[in-house]
């Protein structure tokens, strides 16, 4: 499967952004789809990860109740719906997949196998 991040861009604190995953190839409903995000100087962090059905989702918690993962398996694509944007927030944002997803392990990079390239999200205070 291969992976496309879109939506990134600058916002002001307090704004919106939604980003999407878009996916090629069959099988995407067997895929969990995560996000994560690298600040300049940081390294990559787990943001949320949602599972193939769509049943169970994770989120860090500097996120948790701004921002909101989704999915359409019928469109192959996975959202990343981002309100109430801080100026931490900044970073870039990569999507990753894979069809092991076991959920203990749903933040560790390692256990993604695809990647998409990153969509860079900017929050101006």
């Known amino acids: 499967v291969q992976l496309q991040a879109f939506g990134g861009g600058l916002e002001q604190v307090g704004g919106s952004l939604r980003l999407a995953c878009q996916a090629s190839?069959?099988?995407?409903?067997?895929?969990?789809v995560a996000w994560f995000r690298q600040a300049p100087g940081k390294e990559r962090e787990f943001v949320s990860v949602?599972?193939?059905?769509?049943?169970?989702?994770d989120y860090v918690d500097s996120v948790k109740g701004r921002f909101t993962i989704s999915r359409d398996n019928a469109k192959n694509t996975v959202s990343l719906q981002m309100n109430n944007l801080k100026p931490e927030d900044t970073a870039v944002y990569s999507c990753?997949?894979?069809?092991?997803?076991?959920?203990?392990?749903?933040?560790?990079?390692?256990?993604?196998?695809?990647w998409g390239q990153g969509t860079q999200v900017t929050v101006s205070s």
């Open positions: 990753a997949a894979t069809n092991a997803l076991s959920w203990i392990r749903r933040r560790i990079q390692k256990v993604y196998d695809y």
């Open positions: 190839g069959s099988g995407f409903s067997d895929y969990g």
């Open positions: 949602i599972r193939k059905d769509g049943g169970s989702t």
